[in-house]
């Protein structure tokens, strides 16, 4: 049996994916299935004085409309799952639907069900809503100022969690040679997962049970959450995610919508089916990032930098969000040094109440927001100190023989060796020759730039006891069960809950490597609370760490049974039976030996099996890791700036990344590629904005700039390997590291080819006319 | 729900089969073609003709199936997703995605190997500058488009093979 681990297997998803039978939530039909519609506020803020639905009620065709009121005391508020400690987090109740106020643009304030997905949003069209319109605030700092309008009574100054970690003196910044200071705006994105979130529920009343098909990355934490939401226990609660379309981090909250659709399904005694359009996904489905940072830090002429300090206000919309309390804080405030060692550093964040829509996890939540910060400012200072910022990367870097490194807010990186990542990406670009070239074409009249980004970031999440000590209320291990049949035939049960990762086919390469039995005699489940023993989801970049471990320790398991199995049928010492490709053999006996799945037959008969072996071949391990990984690396940007228009254009991209041992590089190209592209575009064209009234003014794809085929160049990558010493496969996590890396390198790039304007700092996104304006002097942009 | 003297009657050749409807005149193609005729295949990611992910061939031309009415397919011919694979064997430009791992949560896929299809036929030998134009009207979030242009070119060649 030959390795498969480490080679790029194509992906057995694809099977079903590229002849269009993949089964996406909406791709749900079930006998008698009717359609919901939510009627959303146009409103920022304002108080509703009526609801009248009669129109709506009278219209052939429609079954109910719900409103916030028939809903008081039916279901439960919406919970955020992240409880900082020392944070005076203000939580403040969330009702699935608005009742007496509505705090966002998107904000439901009805739903509508009906006979088809038509008459549902005629229906929804004819729900009068009398609102009496207040004053709102969208934009951070202005919720921070005094006198603005309050989204949440009991939420003072608008401020939701107050939170600190590390103390740097004053005194620290007043005796440095060289103190570099920026304020940064990290603009808010949209997740756009190309399947908007949708969901269909089916009540069996005979048995009280209820089935939910939805668009999830974690449907344990859904089925957990929901069943409080809806007062039915969680033992009778379904949820079921099978082909998920994308969902950066936008599916892993619990929303009112799934809820809803779920108790009228309960109420209606109907399947109900509810699926987002695309303009609703931009009000109605989490943003990400959205800070405000002041960030100061000091450091000497020869280039090594002393302290960091940051100040950070994170705008976490009208409600707190699933785990929006924990990513401006926990996931962004305890690395902002980077890959640097920096001896004092600290962070302290504000999470603010705004009258937007609620923000969350956004793929690297909360590690982009501090990358970039930290990437710039080492720019910003190599710029203070006339040094290249190479050197000053270098100079700063925690050493490969350091390692575990244990950063200054008490966070220890795994293992790393940065300065070969970071060689390896400037002999790929000929870094020298590159900066001549830039040189000679600025004699010329064109402006090139090349940016770096040595990233390293914290994933794989992760211990469990740390969700606990930092207020997550959720565990953070991972379920496997492994079951081989009688026939030798493998079902892998997982959960983690893939959406595009291509765990159907890595965790099938790790089970075959490790039990030596064909790959094509695995199958991996996943997305399915009754099938699924238990599982905390895939986010973080926490399922090959965390859920690809737990079957390798479940595989594990059952090769030393299978071990005491054959060497009793055998007639050896359980010692002298080795385990090799698949075969247990007597150690010198080469022609007495039995397979792994003969042995596993024997396992069921039980017939004949050594005192005190059970019979039956399955095995689970619940992994809770000891650690998080800490995958690293160096992406280098170049950019070329047409002065006359502005307009920036990526000429090459080099990623080395660094995600320990791979177990299918194919698979880890494209997680890195889809990682870069979104990186890039929150650096250059995405961003939601908003009006001074809170009317978000991006509500399309025609208003909001995606990322296209013809804005790149080939994306060139390579590897270095650096395996996690605390998990069995050696593994780190790759699906965030493109977006967390590329950000910065393409803004310091752009920045670097703005040098001879003496442009200092541009924030994002970098749009042909907020260029053109720093090169022309003409000031802010509108 | 509107009464049944403003139904249409529609007859649309969908994957070389003959199909003959009644619709309302405001239905969509893909949703006629996903909720009527089951073809779940085809996918909508926007409502604002942007993300291409419901591309389907219609006569001959890809065509953004949620911003067509099933009224305007009638007598025509369309093709989906479902229809690229002939007698169990993918179609060049499904095989491709798979082997050059041009799809990752595969939600785009069918409206990505619909331009791609479109695309051959209109020119076999694309360069990678002309794929990347051509999927201009595709809106993926998962790949970062390079295994999917990787993909196309693969497809180009093998046909140019006569594969």
């Known amino acids: 049996m030959n390795a498969l681990i480490g080679q790029p297997v194509r992906r057995r998803e694809d099977a079903r994916l590229v002849v269009g039978r993949g089964q996406f939530t909406d791709d749900v039909q079930l006998p008698g299935m009717v359609y919901a519609v939510m009627v959303r506020s146009p409103h920022a803020h304002a108080r509703i004085r009526g609801i009248d639905a009669s129109r709506a009620l009278g219209m052939p065709g429609v079954l109910a409309v719900f409103t916030g009121r028939d809903l008081e005391g039916v279901l439960g508020s919406v919970p955020t799952a992240w409880i900082p400690p020392n944070s005076d987090l203000k939580q403040t109740p969330h009702r699935p639907l608005a009742v007496d106020t509505v705090r966002y643009v998107g904000d439901a304030v009805a739903m509508v069900v009906a006979e088809d997905r038509y008459v549902a949003r005629d229906a929804a069209e004819a729900v009068v809503v009398d609102y009496e319109p207040l004053p709102a605030v969208a934009d951070v700092m202005a919720a921070v100022a005094e006198g603005a309008p309050l989204v949440h009574a009991d939420a003072p100054g608008n401020i939701a969690l107050h939170w600190k970690a590390g103390e740097v003196p004053d005194?620290?910044?007043?005796?440095?040679?060289?103190v570099v200071r920026q304020r940064f705006r990290q603009q808010r994105l949209i997740p756009n997962p190309m399947e908007p979130r949708a969901a269909v529920a089916q009540y069996d009343s005979a048995t009280g049970h209820l089935t939910v098909w939805m668009t999830s990355q974690n449907p344990h934490i859904h089925r957990f959450i929901l069943a409080g939401i809806l007062g039915i226990p969680e033992h009778h609660l379904r949820v079921v995610a099978q082909d998920v379309g994308g969902g950066f981090g936008s599916k892993i909250s619990c929303y009112p919508d799934e809820a809803l659709v779920a108790h009228a399904a309960r109420v209606l005694r109907r399947p109900v089916k509810w699926v987002e359009d695309r303009s609703e996904h931009f009000t109605a489905t989490t943003h990400g990032r959205d800070h405000v940072q002041e960030v100061e830090l000091a450091g000497r002429r020869d280039g090594t930098i002393e302290a960091l300090r940051v100040k950070a206000w994170a705008n976490l919309g009208a409600y707190l969000s699933t785990a929006a309390p924990g990513v401006p804080t926990i996931l962004f405030g305890l690395i902002v040094n980077g890959c640097y060692r920096i001896p004092q550093a600290s962070t302290e964040v504000f999470g603010v109440y705004t009258h937007t829509t609620p923000v969350d996890a956004y793929r690297g939540a909360g590690r982009p927001e501090a990358t970039y910060l930290i990437e710039r400012m080492i720019d910003l200072f190599a710029d203070a100190i006339g040094m290249d910022p190479v050197e000053v990367r270098r100079k700063n870097f925690v050493p490969r023989d350091q390692f575990p490194y244990t950063n200054p807010f008490g966070i220890t990186y795994d293992s790393g060796d940065y300065e070969r990542a970071l060689q390896r990406a400037l002999e790929r670009i000929d870094y020298a020759a590159l900066r001549r070239e830039q040189a000679a074409l600025r004699a010329q009249g064109r402006y090139l730039g090349?940016?770096?980004?040595?990233y390293v970031e914290m994933c794989g999440l992760g211990p469990s006891e740390v969700a606990g000590a930092v207020g997550f209320q959720g565990g953070l291990w991972e379920h496997a069960t492994v079951r081989v049949h009688p026939s030798g035939k493998v079902q892998v049960f997982t959960g983690a809950s893939p959406h595009g990762q291509g765990e159907e086919t890595t965790f099938a390469q790790i089970v075959a490597e490790k039990l030596g039995v064909p790959f094509e005699d695995i199958e991996v489940v996943h997305g399915d609370t009754d099938r699924i023993t238990m599982g905390w989801g895939t986010y973080g970049s926490r399922s090959l760490a965390v859920g690809g471990s737990a079957l390798a320790v479940a595989c594990q398991r059952l090769v030393e049974k299978g071990q005491r199995i054959a060497a009793h049928r055998l007639e050896a010492a359980v010692e002298d039976v080795v385990f090799e490709a698949g075969r247990y053999q007597v150690r010198g006996v080469p022609d007495r030996s039995l397979g792994f799945q003969e042995v596993a037959l024997q396992a069921h008969l039980a017939w004949n099996l050594p005192p005190g072996v059970e019979p039956g071949m399955e095995a689970s391990s619940a992994y809770n890791p000891s650690n998080f990984t800490f995958p690293f690396g160096t992406h280098v940007a170049?950019?070329?700036?047409?002065?006359?228009t502005g307009a920036v254009e990526l000429k090459r991209y080099v990623a080395v990344d660094d995600c320990g041992t791979p177990i299918n590089p194919l698979i880890i190209a494209g997680q890195v590629h889809g990682g870069i592209v979104q990186g890039v575009g929150q650096a250059l064209w995405e961003g939601a904005v908003y009006g001074e009234d809170g009317q978000l003014l991006t509500t399309s794809f025609l208003d909001y700039a995606m990322p296209k085929a013809r804005f790149f160049p080939?994306?060139?990558?390579?590897?270095?390997?650096?395996?996690s010493p605390h998990n069995p496969l050696g593994v780190k996590g790759v699906g965030e590291t493109g977006t967390?890396?590329?950000?910065?390198?393409?803004?310091?790039a752009v920045i670097d080819a703005l040098k001879p304007w003496n442009v200092r700092h541009l924030d994002m996104p970098l749009t042909p006319e907020r260029v053109w304006r720093a090169i022309h002097g003409k000031g802010a942009q509108g | 729900m509107e009464s049944t003297e403003d139904l249409v009657s529609i007859s649309v050749t969908v994957n070389g089969r003959r199909y003959a409807d009644q619709?309302?005149?405001?239905?969509?193609?893909?949703?006629w073609l996903r909720d009527r005729?089951?073809?779940?295949?085809?996918h909508v990611g926007c409502d604002t003709s942007q993300c291409g992910v419901c591309t389907v061939i219609l006569n001959g031309q890809a065509v953004k199936s949620c911003t067509i009415l099933a009224v305007q397919a009638d007598n025509g011919t369309v093709l989906t997703v479902e229809g690229l694979a002939q007698d169990g064997t993918l179609h060049p430009v499904q095989a491709a995605f798979s082997e050059a791992h041009g799809l990752q949560c595969g939600f785009c896929t069918p409206g990505a190997e619909m331009l791609a299809v479109a695309l051959l036929e209109e020119n076999p030998h694309p360069t990678e500058a002309e794929i990347r134009e051509a999927l201009d009207g595709l809106l993926c979030r998962c790949t970062g488009y390079q295994h999917i242009v990787q993909a196309v070119a693969l497809a180009a060649e093998r046909k140019g093979r006569g594969a």
């Not at chain 1, 967390?740 to 310091?748: D, E, G, K, L």
């Not at chain 2, 005729?37 to 085809?42: A, M």
């Open chain 1, 171 to 178: 005194e620290v910044f007043a005796r440095a040679e060289v």
């Open chain 1, 450 to 454: 090349i940016g770096f980004s040595t």
């Open chain 1, 638 to 644: 170049v950019v070329e700036v047409d002065p006359a």
């Open chain 1, 714 to 723: 080939p994306i060139e990558t390579e590897a270095t390997v650096t395996p």
């Open chain 1, 740 to 748: 967390i890396a590329a950000t910065p390198a393409v803004v310091n």
């Open chain 2, 23 to 31: 619709v309302e005149p405001r239905w969509l193609l893909a949703y």
């Open chain 2, 37 to 42: 005729l089951g073809l779940t295949g085809t």
